[in-house]
């Protein structure tokens, strides 16, 4: 009964390959986040969705794609993956998108690493 | 220079000590600010939500401050436990600005 769930919680791949991280919440929540933290654990966020409609794009490489086929869930979908994308994701959620007033409830984490 | 300082890196306590992590910030103006708890391995989990306007706000031994003209917060931890081992995450919300976290550890 995982709030906020990631898969794979552990992702490993070469160098120029496509890989997909999945995002579900049973929160009943309207907005959804991506968030990467980096080896130096700052985490910026990348995305966010309310209601399956794009609110924040953050500087994020046209190769990060999300996609929110309903409310419970936002997928990050990675294209040519390159060394600097090695790091952990993290999803949120929160049930309003008002400027991050509402708690957020995070997932595990999925650490990717690009070789 | 990030808009969102945390000191000190790290520290460490014996069990049943207080402490106070300090988050100095530049971002202005912002809607909230946020104190996170994470265990290694794990994501963050909200620990205080404060606007602007309030000066404090507690949730069971944590009680975070916010002095908005000083641009200062603490988050104060009273009676530590064990389990109170983790990284204290600072976040100034105009464009979520994330200090890089106060590692604490409680030992015995």
């Known amino acids: 009964d995982t709030a906020v769930s990631q898969t794979p919680k552990y992702l490993v791949t070469q160098m120029g390959n496509d890989k997909s991280i999945k995002c579900e919440q049973n929160?009943?929540?309207?907005?959804m986040y991506w968030y990467k933290q980096d080896s130096k654990k700052f985490l910026k966020i990348m995305f966010s969705?309310?209601?399956?409609?794009?609110?924040i794009n953050e500087t994020v490489p046209n190769r990060f794609s999300p996609k929110s086929p309903d409310k419970a869930h936002l997928n990050l979908h990675i294209n040519s993956l390159e060394l600097g994308d090695s790091a952990v994701y993290f999803c949120?959620?929160?049930?309003?998108?008002?400027?991050?007033?509402?708690?957020?409830?995070f997932g595990p984490g999925t650490r990717l690493t690009v070789l | 220079k990030n808009q969102v300082e945390q000191s000190p890196q790290s520290l460490i306590i014996l069990e049943g000590k207080n402490c106070t992590l300090q988050?100095?910030?530049?971002?202005?103006?912002?809607?909230?600010l946020r104190w996170y708890k994470q265990d290694t391995g794990r994501g963050p989990v909200s620990l205080t939500i404060?606007?602007?306007?309030?000066n404090t706000k507690s949730n069971g031994r944590y009680t975070a401050t916010l002095d908005a003209d000083t641009k200062q917060s603490s988050l104060h931890i009273t009676a530590s436990q064990l389990s109170d081992s983790a990284s204290y995450i600072c976040?100034?919300?105009?464009?979520?600005?994330f200090g890089a976290g106060t590692r604490l550890t409680v030992k015995p």
């Open positions: 929160l009943g929540h309207d907005t």
């Open positions: 969705y309310n209601n399956k409609e794009l609110i």
């Open positions: 976040v100034v919300s105009a464009g979520e600005r």
């Open positions: 949120a959620s929160s049930q309003q998108a008002s400027a991050f007033t509402d708690t957020q409830y």
């Open positions: 988050c100095n910030y530049t971002v202005s103006p912002f809607s909230n």
């Open positions: 404060m606007t602007f306007s309030e």
